[in-house]
């Protein structure tokens, strides 16, 4: 009987640590930057691609349920700056208009790193999948093994995707 109390009792501690991680993601929003992005479709990768993103900062707002994306891209061998913001789901996805429909989850996520999938549904109907991590400070092997895993789960081939952090053409910050 103490052990089935204690397991029901250890089920709720957990579902309540996991409620409150959910309710302070505000706590995580700040400089973050992109060390690895994967994709279906490598265009969307590729030098001037769209997705081939450069994170400045993520806010992310507990009580609206949003986050916003600081980032920048390159087009036409510019740098641009550029600002998404993406509204939570019941489902604990997030949507965003960003080159047509934009649907990520939050794979893993910790005050130092985020692993995410996004489904891309451009303006021609054409879908890719993306894979990303993004950190605050250093990349830890935890996190690189928790992006191959989705990458790989996602059927994402290790030729299609870049890596930032040997990638010497960046925007320096402001």
């Given amino acids: 009987m103490k052990v089935l109390f204690l397991t029901l009792l250890l089920g709720v501690v957990c579902a309540a640590q996991e409620e409150e991680a959910e309710q302070n993601l505000s706590e995580l929003s700040g400089s973050w930057r992109t060390v690895y992005i994967g994709s279906t479709n490598p265009e969307k990768i590729q030098e001037n691609g769209p997705f081939r993103t450069y994170f400045r900062e993520l806010v992310f707002d507990d009580e609206k349920g949003t986050v916003d994306f600081y980032f920048s891209v390159k087009r036409d061998g510019k740098w641009k700056n550029v600002h998404v913001k993406a509204t939570k789901q019941d489902d604990g996805t997030y949507v965003a208009d960003y080159e047509g ?74």
């Fill in 101 to 174: 429909q934009n649907v990520f989850k939050i794979v893993s996520l910790s005050r130092t790193h985020l692993v995410a999938h996004n489904i891309n549904v451009d303006k021609h109907g054409q879908k890719t999948e993306l894979t990303g991590l993004f950190v605050k400070l250093n990349v830890e092997d935890e996190d690189l093994e928790k992006f191959w895993k989705l990458t790989e789960d996602k059927g994402i081939d290790k030729k299609n995707v870049v890596n930032f952090l040997e990638n010497e053409d960046h925007p320096h910050p402001e």
